[in-house]
């Protein structure tokens, strides 16, 4: 989990790389002055578990490591995730870090060109991405660019009223994800 939560804020870091103050070049006697400070716009849905997580642990931990930059974690709730979203793009003001948490979704952002291609910067890095699981990855690569890194995986849930399948003489969901008998 560590690692993710590196990498997610490292891709940050990454982003504004090209933010911060030039080095001095050699021949000169004055060092390099300090990176001018730099402010990411963190955009996430309302979810009391992750709030916790991304307000006292990752934002902090972030900023600590970085103190030239300042993470703004803006928090909006998921009915109004693709509003607002649209709003800061045609304003302007997008958001540095975001998930496809509203109701559209990973393949409209990269379609609209609102997602950067991140396969220079894992490359740059090395970064091994064996830690990720293979068939996650292959959603987040584009024409063989990377644009998102999965941050956690959760499973898929189906609930139903098995009295009204019995009664109807339905045959339960399948809990085989081989059985294809209930694909649309």
């Known amino acids: ?15 504004l790389s090209s933010c911060g103050a030039k080095p001095a070049a050699a021949t000169e006697a004055a060092p390099a002055a300090p990176a001018k400070p730099v402010e990411v716009i963190w955009y996430v849905r309302t979810q009391a578990v992750e709030q916790n997580w991304e307000q006292t642990y990752a934002v902090p931990t972030f900023e600590k490591d970085h103190p030239n930059i ?66 996650v990855l292959k959603i987040y690569n584009v024409g063989g660019k990377y644009y998102a890194i999965p941050m956690s995986i959760v499973g898929s849930n189906v609930f139903y009223n098995k009295d009204l399948f019995d009664k109807y003489g339905v045959p339960y969901p399948t809990t085989n994800w081989d059985d294809t008998s209930w694909d649309v």
């Open 1 to 15: 989990m560590k690692k993710l939560i590196f990498f997610s804020l490292l891709i940050m870091a990454f982003m």
């Open 70 to 135: 300042k993470i703004n974690l803006v928090i909006v709730p998921w009915a109004d995730f693709d509003t607002k979203m649209q709003t800061m793009i045609a304003a302007g003001t997008p958001p540095d870090v975001w998930s496809h948490w509203g109701p559209s979704g990973f393949a409209d952002y990269v379609a609209r060109g609102l997602a950067a291609d991140l396969t220079p910067f894992i490359e740059k890095e090395k970064y091994d991405l064996s830690d990720f699981n293979p068939d």
